[in-house]
C-alpha cells in the first residue's frame, strides 16, 4: 500500500522559514522516478490551490503568489519531495498536502498525503 507521508509544518513567525518533506512509502523506485509531485494548500474556507509542482524530468512551476520564495525539489534516493518556504507571509497559512502522480508506462494512478498544518503568525 502506497502512502505518501508529510512532516514539517508548524507556526512559524512572518518573514520565517519552513521545509515540508513528503515521503513515498511502498511506493517502489521506478514508480517514484516516473510521478510528477506537486504541493497543494487549503486555507480554511477557501478551496486547495497548486503552490509548486516538480515533473518526473525536474522542471518545476510555482503559484505566482509565492514565486521567489518558496522552492520544490526531490531526493529520489530517499523517495521524498521538499517543499522549502522561506520569507513566510501569514497569508501562507494552511493545510499543505503532497500529490503524486504516476505516469506511463505505468498506469495513471494518484496519491495524496495526509497534509501538514503550516501557521504564520506572530
Known amino acids: 500500500q502506497v502512502q505518501l507521508v508529510e512532516s514539517g509544518g508548524g507556526l512559524v513567525q512572518p518573514g520565517g522559514s519552513v521545509r515540508l518533506s513528503c515521503a513515498a512509502r511502498?511506493?517502489?523506485?521506478?514508480?517514484?522516478?516516473?510521478?510528477?509531485w506537486t504541493w497543494y494548500r487549503q486555507a480554511p474556507g477557501e478551496q486547495r490551490d497548486l503552490v509548486a509542482t516538480?515533473?518526473?524530468?525536474?522542471?518545476?512551476d510555482y503559484a505566482d503568489s509565492v514565486k521567489g520564495r518558496f522552492t520544490i525539489f526531490r531526493d529520489n534516493a530517499k523517495k521524498t519531495v521538499f517543499l522549502q518556504m522561506n520569507s513566510l507571509k501569514p497569508e501562507d497559512t494552511a493545510v499543505y498536502y503532497c500529490?503524486?502522480?504516476?505516469?506511463?508506462?505505468?498506469?495513471?494512478?494518484?496519491?495524496w498525503g495526509q497534509g501538514t498544518q503550516v501557521t504564520v503568525s506572530s
Open positions: 516538480i515533473s518526473r524530468g525536474g522542471s518545476t
Open positions: 511502498g511506493l517502489i523506485s521506478s514508480v517514484y522516478n516516473t510521478c510528477n
Open positions: 500529490h503524486a502522480a504516476q505516469t506511463p508506462p505505468y498506469s495513471p494512478r494518484d496519491y
